[in-house]
Every structure is written in structure tokens, then in C-alpha cells.
């Protein structure tokens, strides 16, 4: 019987290792997004075509997971300048023929496909970036920091160019772990911090749009223009605070139900979950976040090259970026970017973008397993 026993876990973890697929990440994610479908479904005011549409989208971007998880890292390793030249030159092209949308250029549109360049970078840019780091001395010496720094800010500057400062921040915020965790000296750290001051007011007075900078002043005081510019903040923490330690219950939250919490299915979902669920539904969100970010930290340590490991914990360590920014986005925390929360808001860039991210760290992982065996 130990032997039968035995056998059948040999020829599961065989059957597991063909497919490539990290069974608690799996897991984690499924589990993550199911919450969102139920919180979207609210939010959206039980809108069944919308709760079907995203439940597809997000079982596509799963599909994608899965044959990127079938890509072995070294494949990866080569087409990543490739990746990055098509993103970068893409970024161009939106600034000569994109689609123009609530106020942004930020879309290509193909005929077939209607989708945002910027999207790439999310992946593209971590991956060049390792790239350029995985055969160097660590740290990395002055001509090659300086050779990721413009790699950085290149992209990162079409980008805010669209404007798009939720996808700018997270792209530079990728950047800067990838730096960060190839063992970036604190003295350039903190000569770095030291020049922010400068760059933040050449920013604030040449580089921001006029709404850029309202909203950085509604986010210190919200209540100069409580039915304007602030009105998203004050209404987003009027709905997390009125949910209490275990929220008004699911369908009944009034802020937005009632239509005073805008963009509720989107970059305010969090807002809603809130109130329905009160801080007990919040507490077992962020509980599962953070169980994928640690099994991405994990297998970044696991990875068997200085590539997989960057690109590995530079990829989680963004992924905690996007939910650390919303929360903080929705509980006034934070200025409003646009930055969505991970596999519960409504959208599908996002979702695609996110899901190839913990492909590649399957793929990481799972070859790793099999060159190991």
C-alpha cells in the first residue's frame, strides 16, 4: 500500500512538472480572483454580462499564464531585448498615432486588437533590465547603472507622456527593484533620494498636467473641493469607514449602490469590499496577496541564475506595488494614479499583464525543478 501510495505521488508531481504550473501560486491566484468576481459583482450593480465578461477575460489570461509557464527561462532570457525594442518602438508609435480617450493617447489600435503598449513595459522592462545585469559584476558598476538608468527613464517618459502616471509609477517602480535587488550601494540610494527633491519641482512645474497636480493637492486636503477634485477620496473613505470591523453585509453597501462612490468597479473596488465586508474581508484579501507575494519572494530565491532571481523578485516585489498603491489610493493614503487592484478590479490589460508576470514565475520555478532532477 506505501508503495502504491508513493507511486501515484511520483506520477502526480510528473504530471504537475509537465505542465509547468506552481500548484500553490495556482492556487493563490484562482482563489484571489474568485473574490474579486464576487466584489465586482456588487460593484458593478449585478451586472451578469459584466461578471461574465471579466470571469472570461480572466480565464484567457489564465490560459496565457500556462503556455508562458512552458517558456524555459533561457528562451525567455533571449527574446528579451527583442520584447523590449517591439515595447519601446510601440510607445512611439502611440505618440504619433494613437487613440485619444477621456483626455489620454494611450491605445493602438490594430483593426483586430485595441490594446495599451505601456502594458509591456510592465513585463519588458524588468526583463531588459536583467538581462543587462545577469552577466555583470554585482553591484553593478557606474557605466552599467548608468546603462539601466536610461533604460528606465526612456520608456517611464513616453509613457507620462501619454499621460499615464499609474503605469509610469508602476514601470519606474519596476525598474527600481530590479536595481534595487542586484545590490545597488545605499550611498547611490541616498544620493539618489537627494536629487528627488529637485526632479520632484522640475516635475511638478514643466512635467505634470494641470489635473496631475490637483489631484496631489486633493490628496493633502480633499475638502477644498469636496464636490470635485476631492469628491472620489471623501466618498472612498466615507465607504471604508462605514464598513466597520465586518461591513453592512454583500449587495448592501449604500455608497455604492446608491451611485456617491464613482469608478467603484474599477479603481475603487477596493472602497466597496470595505464597506460590504468591513475590515475582516479586507484583512483576508490583503492576507491572500501576501501569500503570493511571499511564494514569489521564494521562488526568486530558488531561481537557479542571477536572470530568474532579478527577474523573479523584480516582477513580485511590483506586484506588491499595485496593491500597496490602491489601498493606499482608496484610504486617501495616497494620490489617485489609476492604478487597479490586482485581479479584482474590472479590465483586461491588467489582468493579462499580471497573470503572463506569474507565468514567467512558474516558468522560473518549474524548470528549475526539472534541471534539478
Request: charged share 10%; with cysteine.
Amino acid at each position: 500500500m506505501n508503495i502504491d501510495t508513493f507511486g501515484n505521488s511520483n506520477k502526480k508531481q510528473g504530471w504537475l512538472a509537465r505542465l509547468h504550473l506552481d500548484v500553490p501560486l495556482l492556487f493563490g491566484l484562482i482563489t484571489t480572483a474568485a473574490v474579486g468576481l464576487v466584489v465586482l459583482y456588487s460593484a458593478s450593480g449585478q451586472n451578469l454580462a459584466m461578471l461574465i465578461n471579466q470571469a472570461m477575460r480572466i480565464g484567457l489570461a489564465l490560459l496565457g499564464m500556462a503556455v508562458v509557464a512552458q517558456i524555459p527561462p533561457q528562451q525567455l532570457r533571449f527574446w528579451t531585448p527583442w520584447l523590449f525594442g517591439v515595447g519601446v518602438i510601440m510607445l512611439i508609435a502611440v505618440l504619433i498615432m494613437g487613440e485619444i480617450g477621456k483626455g489620454a493617447q494611450r491605445w493602438l489600435d490594430l483593426g483586430v486588437l485595441r490594446f495599451q503598449p505601456s502594458e509591456i513595459l510592465k513585463l519588458a522592462l524588468p526583463m531588459m533590465l536583467a538581462w543587462v545585469l545577469a552577466d555583470s559584476t554585482l553591484p553593478p558598476r557606474p557605466w552599467r547603472l548608468i546603462t539601466c538608468c536610461v533604460l528606465i527613464v526612456g520608456p517611464v517618459a513616453l509613457i507620462a507622456k501619454q499621460p499615464d502616471l499609474g503605469t509610469a509609477l508602476l514601470v519606474t517602480s519596476g525598474g527600481f527593484f530590479a536595481l534595487f535587488l542586484a545590490g545597488l550601494r545605499w550611498r547611490v540610494m541616498i544620493t539618489a533620494v537627494l536629487l528627488i527633491a529637485p526632479a520632484a519641482a522640475a516635475l511638478w512645474n514643466f512635467g505634470m498636467h494641470d489635473y496631475q497636480r490637483k489631484r496631489v493637492l486633493t490628496f493633502l486636503d480633499p475638502e477644498t473641493d469636496p464636490l470635485g477634485a476631492g469628491y472620489h477620496i471623501i466618498q472612498s473613505m466615507i465607504a471604508v469607514g462605514s464598513g466597520g470591523v465586518y461591513g453592512k453585509g454583500w449587495l448592501n453597501g449604500t455608497q455604492s449602490h446608491l451611485d456617491f462612490l464613482p469608478e467603484r468597479h474599477t479603481d475603487f473596488i477596493f472602497a466597496v469590499l470595505n464597506e460590504e465586508f468591513g475590515l475582516v474581508g479586507a484583512a483576508i484579501l490583503l492576507v491572500l496577496y501576501a501569500f503570493l507575494i511571499v511564494r514569489g519572494l521564494y521562488i526568486a530565491t530558488q531561481a537557479q541564475d542571477t536572470y530568474s532571481r532579478l527577474l523573479a523578485g523584480t516582477l513580485t516585489l511590483t506586484f506588491f506595488v499595485y496593491v500597496f498603491v490602491n489601498a493606499g489610493m482608496v484610504t486617501g493614503l495616497l494620490p489617485v494614479v489609476g492604478v487597479p487592484l490586482p485581479l479584482v478590479s474590472y479590465g483586461g490589460s491588467a489582468v493579462v499583464t499580471l497573470l503572463t508576470g506569474f507565468g514567467i514565475l512558474m516558468s522560473i520555478h518549474t524548470h528549475r525543478k526539472l534541471l534539478s532532477t
